[in-house]
Nanobody, 119 residues
Framework: QVQLVESGGGLVQPGISLRLSCVAS????????MAWYRQAPGRERDLVAI???????TYADSVKGRFTISRNNAKDRVHLQMNSLKPDDTAIYYC?????????????WGQGTQVTVSS
């Protein structure tokens, strides 16, 4: 089992930066990748960015060039640096970890942190 706890959300004005953090505990040795997803009201939960243990990253087109995902060497923390925030970035942001289990893999989720971009 992996537990995830996010922090760093809040209310900011357009153009401002914000940094989200997520700390993993439990069976962190099983984690193969960590990611950030977001869900706006009335919409599905979408991938924002993902980073594998090998350092490979993938970003949603809507955040490329503005958001940066990073992980620490111990691979138990993941951060999302969000620059030039827009009102469309308003959503609940969820930390995700993909962990290896017998026979496959499973997703673990944090409780989410609210990001609101508004003037």
């Amino acid at each position: 089992q992996v537990q995830l706890v996010e922090s760093g959300g809040g209310l900011v004005q357009p153009g401002i930066s914000l940094r989200l953090s997520c700390v993993a505990s439990g069976s962190i040795f099983s984690i193969n990748a960590m990611a950030w997803y977001r869900q706006a009201p009335g919409r599905e939960r979408d991938l924002v960015a993902i980073m594998t243990n090998g350092g490979n990253t993938t970003y949603a087109d809507s955040v490329k060039g503005r958001f940066t995902i990073s992980r620490n060497n111990a691979k138990d923390r993941v951060h999302l640096q969000m620059n030039s925030l827009k009102p469309d970035d308003t959503a609940i942001y969820y930390c995700n970890a993909i962990g290896a289990v017998i026979g496959g893999q499973r997703d673990y989720w944090g409780q989410g942190t609210q990001v609101t971009v508004s003037s």
